[in-house]
Structures are given as C-alpha cells and as structure tokens.
C-alpha cells in the first residue's frame, strides 16, 4: 500500500477528532478532484508496518473518536493488504470511515465487498464537479452518499 500523507488530529474528515490516512492511487480521476496529487499509484511513500504502527498508536489516543481513511483510493489498494489493515483498525473500537469513488452497490460485487464490515461509514460515489456543493459535510457533491455500515450491510441511508 502507498499513502500521500497521515493526519493525526483530522477535525474535517468525520465526526470529532480522527485520525486520517490519505492513500496514494486513484484510478477514477474525477473531474475537478480536491486531491488529484494522490491519483498516481507510484507516488507517496511505502505505507510500512512502521507507519502502520505508528498510526495506530496514535489512533489509540482517548481524544480519537475515529478514524478517516481516504485519498486517493482506499479501496484500490492491494486487497489482501486493505483488508487486514481494515480489521487491525477495527480492534481500536472507534468510528471507521472510508471514501470511495466505487458505490456500494459495484463494491458489493466486487472483491472488496469483505473489507465493508470493517467500515461503520461509507462515504461513496465520484465527485462530480457539476454537483458540487460547499455545504455539505463529508462529501464534495451531492451525488455522494453517506451510508452506515453494519456487518457490511446498509442500516442508514442519509442524503
């Protein structure tokens, strides 16, 4: 796996204090991207079982109510790597969040459907630069869905 960058006290990305990780590599490279310096694969740096490490312990802060991966592309990273990454955070016990520009519906029948019961809050679907939309928390457009995860299972749909 690569990353472009770790936050370790993210107020914007989830609900109270989260740790963020922001991964390198994105292949749907939406128009009007916030983030486009994350799209290429090879760029970043290794994401070691040292920073791994790291960012964990930092994680474990009481002060952490959760944790933000985005980039990039979470869900085109290495599969068997994500997913276990994925459920070494789920042990931490905090609110895991993930964006994606795959919907849920594709990644429900895509390999990476098993990483989706390690994720309490899916944020899915490409920004889309026409539907832009500054007021919207967690999301840039508002074709973008925030979707509760349970057992990898939808529980609540908000628009």
């Known amino acids: 796996m690569r990353i472009a960058q770790i936050n370790e006290m993210d107020t914007v990305n989830g609900y109270g204090i989260c740790c963020s990780v922001f991964f390198q590599g994105c292949a749907h490279h939406c128009d009007g991207c916030f983030n486009s310096s994350t799209w290429d694969f090879k760029g970043g740096k290794e994401f070691t079982k040292e920073l791994q490490d790291k960012f964990v312990n930092a994680c474990k802060k009481p002060y952490i109510s959760g944790i933000s991966l985005l980039g990039g592309e979470p869900l085109q990273q290495p599969h068997d790597e994500i997913k276990s990454f994925l459920k070494r955070l789920k042990t931490l016990n905090k609110t895991i969040y993930v964006w994606t520009g795959s919907t849920y519906e594709k990644l429900i029948e895509s ?35 925030i979707l509760k995860l349970k057992n990898g299972k939808t529980m609540v749909f908000k628009c």
């Open 111 to 145: 390999p990476y459907r098993d990483c989706l019961k390690y994720i309490d809050v899916l944020i899915d679907g490409k920004f889309d630069k026409n539907l832009q939309d500054f007021r919207l928390h967690l999301r840039g457009s508002s074709n973008q869905r």
